[in-house]
């Protein structure tokens, strides 16, 4: 294959915006942000639920407390009821050693009832602490997240300002490439990576193998039209004054 030597200049242009593209495309997916965002959701999550628990486990106070008030009114009642036949006078003797029993053991049941209840009240406070706390956590994980995604936006924008103006750079640079050639290039950066390469102090400047006298004779040789490819990985070695022949 055959091309000018100044054409054959333009490929190393377009190599450069090619590793750059490249480079900015393994940077989008390489972002220290990802892996932090990734770690953040499930650290919000975590936390989410531990909130829903929380958030359960109080309202089960919440309905053990009622039921146990409502207990303790019924008992109240109950002796509210008692108290009031025996100073009604209306008894017999017999009725009222039962109602002062009665009364006895409703009181005993009253107090049992109230520490209780005291020791639902101390479990619920405890919970709603504990409830806070979870709140308070959620709500840095959440902030954690939300710093680490605009970071990621920030660092994506940039890219993406990086990748457009190399695109930009690159479609100026391919209509000035005869096709075949083109054609080569894009073949052999699809297999290895990169395309062409400058052919600096006897290396290829791809796969850098340092070439063998042999070779370098031989290129040497060859006219500065033709196009010269590494034996090794295949990349257009480009020649300039550089290429120590
Ligand atoms: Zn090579």
Known sequence: MKADPAV?????????????????????????????????EKSVQTRKDAKVANE????DLDREVKRQEKEIDAVRSREDRDRA???????????????EH???????????LEDELLELMERREAVELDGQHAGVELAKAEEKLSDAANRRDHALADLETVWARRTEDRAKLVPGIPETLLGLYERVRKNKGIGAALLRARRCGACRIELDRSMISRISGTAADEVVTCEECGAIMVRTTESGL
């Open 8 to 40: 054959q200049r333009r490929l190393l242009e377009l190599a450069d915006v090619d590793a750059e593209l490249a480079r900015v495309d393994h940077r989008r997916r390489t972002l220290p942000e990802l892996a932090e965002i990734a770690e953040a």
């Open 102 to 112: 009665e009364l006895t053991t409703l009181q005993r049941r009253q107090t049992t």
């Open 85 to 99: 036949l025996l100073a009604g006078g209306t008894v017999n003797s017999k009725q009222m050693t039962d109602l």
């Open 56 to 59: 359960t486990a109080l309202g």
